[in-house]
Nanobody, 116 residues
Framework: HLVESGGGLVQAGGSLRLSCAAS????????IAWYRQAPGKQRELVAV???????SYADSVKGRFTISRDNAKATVYLQMNSLKSEDTALYSC????????????WGQGTQVTVSS
């Protein structure tokens, strides 16, 4: 069970921090990803953090977004800086269990709107 929070309306150049809170005892062993989907566009992988804490990013957000995790709080964060209008989307987090090929658990999403 994943619950996102932290979305909202922000001006271009501003910052937001999204949170993805998880329940369950296996959180520390799960890779967690942030995806986003804008109206009329395909869902896009934004960032992933491995169970060991290794991050990876889409080229479109490198240098602006930072993914991190706090296993004690069973929470993954997405710090978004220098936001652009093209970052406007519904952001969702997803969990991949060890040994799984895909992300089998998804949250409902949190809306991020960047005004220019």
């Amino acid at each position: 069970h994943l619950v996102e929070s932290g979305g909202g309306l922000v001006q271009a150049g501003g910052s937001l921090r999204l949170s993805c809170a998880a329940s369950g005892s296996t959180f520390s062993r799960n890779a967690i990803a942030w995806y986003r989907q804008a109206p009329g566009k395909q869902r896009e992988l934004v960032a992933v953090i491995s169970s060991g804490g290794t991050p990876s990013y889409a080229d479109s957000v490198k240098g602006r977004f930072t993914i991190s995790r706090d296993n004690a709080k069973a929470t993954v964060y997405l710090q978004m800086n220098s936001l652009k209008s093209e970052d406007t989307a519904l952001y969702s987090c997803a969990a991949r269990l060890p040994g799984s090929n895909g992300y089998g658990y998804w949250g409902q999403g949190t809306q991020v709107t960047v005004s220019s």
